[in-house]
């Protein structure tokens, strides 16, 4: 799998790829946290292609203080492979780069596939409560 930036030509696969895995709801407009995401640290949105198609993708961040992935996804079809293993490390890279000294992410506590996985790549609960505010209502409330 070949690891590289985000390009706005890819919003459509990317789009397919997150709704096959699951992630989108629809309080959340994934074309719009795309357009979001471009605006703010744009290269810390890859895909991941196999022959030229968009096969996995993983969106990261870093504020200064933490750094945090969202929207890591495989395509079910290729899956078992080692593609979100080698995403999450190409993303700790980066952050690394950056200097991030921690990295956190979210994962619906009923998702036991995602929490096994991190568990392997040594993520583990953190001590608090996630919390959330909607400033932008993008659908129907949550």
């Known amino acids: 799998m070949l690891i590289r930036p985000f390009s706005p030509l890819d919003t459509d696969a990317v789009v397919e790829l997150w709704r096959a895995a699951g992630l989108t709801r629809p309080w959340n407009d994934p074309h719009r946290d795309i357009a979001r995401k471009l605006t703010v640290q744009p290269e810390l949105l890859l895909v991941g292609e196999v022959e030229g198609r968009v096969i996995a993708s993983a969106m990261a961040g870093y504020d200064g203080h933490r750094g945090w992935v969202n929207y890591l996804a495989v395509d079910p079809a290729h899956r ?7 995403l999450m490390a190409e993303i700790e890279r980066l952050l690394t780069e950056l ?11 009923d998702n036991e596939e995602a929490l096994g996985f991190y568990a392997a790549l040594g993520y583990s609960p953190d001590a608090a409560v996630s919390l959330g505010k909607r400033l932008i209502v993008d659908g129907p409330p949550a």
């Open 99 to 109: 200097g991030c000294p921690k990295l956190n992410l979210q994962v619906r506590a």
């Open 80 to 86: 078992g492979r080692g593609h979100a293993r080698a």
